[in-house]
């Protein structure tokens, strides 16, 4: 299994000792450490169904738009890859899981890994004002996308 973290730089990529460069600027905090988190998050989550399955997830980078090194990249365990290593390394593993598990892994990710998005109230409705906050302040002009009443973010066990 695989958690994808996608990225768009345009520049060329370098990975320099323990760090990722893009057009000479520094951007390892933002990409791999967060690929690494991730991965770690959704391992934690699933750690008895991804044991049982005897599967780990695996850190991908994807960076559009970046001139990548030839052969890729790696970096802490993290793959590091164009639009097109990304679909070589997908078709490239060999297939794990069984129909039932396809259907079973997404309903369990779901109900353990929640969105960590700001609850909006749906957009024709007035937002509720918390005491001793400024009323005038709107909100974003697309709340469409809130999460359901019944969704909540669950962080992750021991990644805090």
């Known amino acids: 299994m695989a958690i994808v973290e996608t990225k768009s730089y345009s520049g060329r990529l370098q990975v320099r000792g323990n760090d990722v460069y893009v057009a000479g600027r520094r951007k390892t905090l933002s990409t791999v450490e967060e690929a ?8 934690v989550a699933l750690a008895g169904q991804l044991d049982r399955r005897e599967l780990k ?11 990548l090194p030839l052969f890729g ?17 997908l078709r490239e593993a060999p297939p794990r899981l069984s129909a ?9 990710t779901n109900d353990r890994l929640r969105p960590a998005v700001a609850r909006l109230p749906p957009r ?3 937002a509720p004002v918390p005491p001793g906050s400024d009323p005038t302040v709107a909100l974003p002009a697309d709340a469409s996308s809130a999460p359901a009443d019944d969704e909540q973010f669950m962080p992750p066990v021991g990644l805090e």
């Not at 039932?100 to 369990?108: S, T």
């Open 36 to 43: 690494r988190r991730e991965a770690v998050a959704v391992n």
């Open 57 to 67: 997830v695996r850190p991908i980078l994807c960076v559009h738009r970046a001139d």
């Open 124 to 126: 024709h409705e007035a």
């Open 100 to 108: 039932k598990d396809v259907r079973e892994l997404p309903r369990i």
């Open 73 to 89: 990249a790696s970096l802490a365990g993290v793959s590091i890859v164009d639009a097109h290593g990304l679909v070589k390394l």
